[in-house]
Structure formats: C-alpha cells, structure tokens
C-alpha cells in the first residue's frame, strides 16, 4: 500500500514563505508525475503545480513566478516553494502522485495566509 504525506504547512504573514513536503512510501515501484493541489474553502480543488518525472513542470497562471515546484526522485519526496504568499493563498494543500499507475493523494495541508 503506498501512502503520501504531506509536512511543512503553518501560518504565516502575506509576503511570506513556506515550504511544503510530500514523501512517498509503500510497496512502490513506479512514479511517474506527482503534484500539488489545493482546495479553499467553498471552492473546488485546483491544481496548483505539477512535475514529471523528467523535471517537466506546469503551474497553475495564478502563483507562478512565486511557487517553485521540484521533486526528489531517489527520495520520491515532492516539495512545493511557496513565496510571496497571499491571503487567496489561504487552502489545504493536497499532495498527488501517479504511483504504480494509480493516482494517490495525501491527507493535505493547511496553509493559512493572514496578518
């Protein structure tokens, strides 16, 4: 069974930084693109960013230039930068990973953004 986990999500200020986690584990024997996604309240999940295996990114049009999206293949670990926050910013981030070819999802997050 393969479990996703996400660490790293707080409080912080507008303006500030945090970094989130996502490390993989299980029986695993294929990953292929892994990805954050976010979901505010009253609202629907989004993606947010994305990675391929071969480092290939995509982001969502409102936090690039501010959220940087890498991954750590011989840890299957995932990370997710995020600058410059915003209150809008404000989610449960969730972790997505195409492990084994099924797409598994952690427990999430909760980022809040607010002075």
């Known amino acids: 069974q393969v479990q996703l986990v996400e660490s790293g999500g707080g409080l912080v200020q507008p303006g500030g930084s945090l970094r989130l986690s996502c490390a993989a584990s299980?029986?695993?024997?294929?990953?292929?693109?892994m990805g954050w996604y976010r979901q505010a309240p009253g609202k629907e999940r989004e993606l947010v960013a994305s990675i391929r295996r071969d480092g290939f990114t995509n982001y969502a049009d409102s936090v690039k230039g501010r959220f940087t999206i890498s991954r750590d293949n011989a840890k299957i670990t995932v990370y997710l930068q995020m600058n410059s926050l915003k209150p809008e910013d404000t989610a449960v981030y969730y972790c997505n990973g195409v492990i084994n070819y099924i797409s598994s999802w952690g427990q999430g997050t909760v980022v809040t953004v607010s002075s």
């Open positions: 299980g029986n695993i024997f294929s990953i292929d693109v």
